[in-house]
């Protein structure tokens, strides 16, 4: 078993949709929590950092964290076809960058 | 454009040769990472340098191996190639250390594809 599991998809869903993205683990030491956007041929980028449980909004983007259940999720609102892309969850025990677990990915898609 | 320099961006080889991939990283970062990315194994962390020294390694083959030079750009030497070994190889940095050193700045990757 994967220590991050993560669906695939692909996930379409129309222009203006809230999007609902996630990611289980295994590892109950993880508390640092981040969401990853990837665009076709290019590399990831930070798009969300979280530390222990809880929200945090920027924008459109919700990330929730539940240590409890060992879940975390992404939201994002009013999605944009600029939204497409692969989302990899990503996660760590320790401030060690080194340490950091991606989930495969996600790949979404935004329909105009 | 993140920062972070990658080349090449393709290469196309065969199998026993071997490759050498160059980054260079964010001005201001110190330490620069590898990952490789394959469709049915994700993105995999290979190696960590900071300011030239080897910090950690994680799933980093015998057959690979990596620098980071006194001007902080950093080669991944990848040889004795395989089939397997096609993917997409990424480099990121941080500033290494604090608060900081949680956030990687990714490069765009090389495609490597070994027939």
């Known amino acids: 078993q994967k220590e991050v599991e993560q669906d695939p998809g692909p996930l379409s869903v129309p222009e203006g949709a809230i999007v609902s993205l996630n990611c289980t683990y295994s590892?109950?030491?993880?508390?640092?929590f981040m969401w990853y956007r990837q665009y076709s041929r290019k590399g990831p980028e930070l798009l969300m950092y979280?530390?222990?449980?809880g929200n945090k909004e920027d924008g459109r983007f919700t990330a929730q964290v539940d240590k409890s259940s060992k879940y975390i999720s992404l939201f994002i609102r009013d999605s944009q076809p600029s939204d497409s892309a692969t989302y990899l969850c990503a996660m760590k025990a320790d401030s060690s960058a080194s340490k950091i677990i991606f989930g495969s990915g996600t790949r979404l898609s935004i329909r105009p | 454009d993140s920062g972070v320099t990658q080349t090449p961006k393709h290469l196309i080889t065969a199998t026993g040769q071997r490759v050498t991939l160059r980054c260079s990283p964010r001005s201001g970062d110190l330490s620069v990472y590898w990952y490789q990315q394959s469709l049915d194994q994700g993105l995999q962390f290979l190696i960590q340098y900071y300011n030239g020294e080897e910090r950690a390694k994680g799933n980093i083959l015998e057959r690979f191996s990596a620098q980071q030079f006194p001007d902080l750009h950093s080669e991944l030497n990848l040889s004795s190639l395989e089939l397997g070994d096609s993917a997409l190889y990424f480099c990121?940095?941080?500033?290494?250390?604090?608060?900081?050193?949680?956030?990687?700045?990714f490069g765009a990757g090389s495609r490597l594809t070994v027939l």
């Open positions: 979280t530390y222990s449980s």
């Open positions: 590892n109950s030491a993880f508390q640092y």
């Open positions: 990121a940095s941080s500033v290494g250390q604090g608060a900081g050193a949680n956030v990687l700045t």
